[in-house]
């Protein structure tokens, strides 16, 4: 079993909707919660992070992490078509500087 | 500074070839990563280094591969010789000490061997 676990997608949707992301993990011990967004051809860029449990918001975007669980999410609002892209969460511990990605979601924003 | 910054951006060599990625990190970032990505296997860690020393390798697929930083500011991946599963994007990253929420990537390698 993987650390972390993402669903690949893909997954489309209509312009203005809000799109709901999630990854589920294994390791109790994960402190930082990030998700990046890659754009085709490009290297991931970190979009947002979270420490330990809560929510964050930026703009549109809204990252949560429920502990409990082990399961965070990234909601987007009124996606645009700029928004299609691969999201990727990634998880660190609070020591040391390893990354535990997710296989990524493929997103596609429909004008 | 200009990023992360990885040459060739893309490689296409025959099997059994030696193949040599290069990676700047960014200024003053004490660590680098190398990740290989494939649709199959998403974003996988290979090696990363702390103040050019090897820290964790384990995820060094085979004998076959090899990575050294000499110095702070350039790092190679070796893959000799060459298969064609090693077709992949390998992207190098940079972080900063304590730099626990972000790596920053370079524009990846674009590698297929035929």
């Known amino acids: 079993q993987k650390e972390v676990e993402q669903d690949p997608g893909p997954l489309s949707v209509p312009e203005g909707a809000i799109v709901s992301l999630n990854c589920t993990y294994s390791?109790?011990?994960?402190?930082?919660f990030m998700w990046y967004r890659q754009y085709s051809r490009k290297g991931p860029e970190l979009l947002m992070y979270?420490?330990?449990?809560g929510n964050k918001e930026d703009g549109r975007f809204t990252a949560q992490v429920d502990k409990s669980s082990k399961y965070i999410s990234l909601f987007i609002r009124d996606s645009q078509p700029s928004d299609s892209a691969t999201y990727l969460c990634?998880?660190?511990?609070?020591?040391?500087?390893?990354?535990?990605f997710g296989t990524g979601t493929s997103l596609t924003v429909i004008p | 500074d200009a990023g992360v910054i990885q040459s060739p951006r893309h490689e296409v060599t025959e099997m059994g070839q030696e193949v040599t990625l290069r990676c700047k990190p960014i200024?003053?970032?004490?660590?680098l990563f190398w990740y290989r990505q494939t649709m199959m296997r998403g974003l996988e860690l290979l090696i990363y280094?702390?103040?050019?020393?090897?820290?964790?390798d384990s995820g060094m697929p085979e004998d076959r591969f090899s990575a050294k930083m000499p110095n702070a500011s350039f790092s190679t991946l070796k893959i000799q010789p060459s298969e064609p599963r090693d077709s992949a994007v390998y992207f190098c990253?940079?972080?900063?000490?304590?730099?626990?929420?972000?790596?920053?990537f370079g524009q990846g390698t674009r590698l297929t061997v035929v």
């Open positions: 990253a940079s972080s900063l000490d304590r730099g626990v929420t972000e790596a920053f």
């Open positions: 390791n109790s011990a994960f402190q930082y």
């Open positions: 979270t420490y330990s449990s």
């Open positions: 990634a998880m660190s511990f609070n020591t040391g500087n390893q990354f535990y």
């Open positions: 200024s003053g970032h004490d660590y």
């Open positions: 280094f702390n103040n050019n020393v090897p820290i964790d």
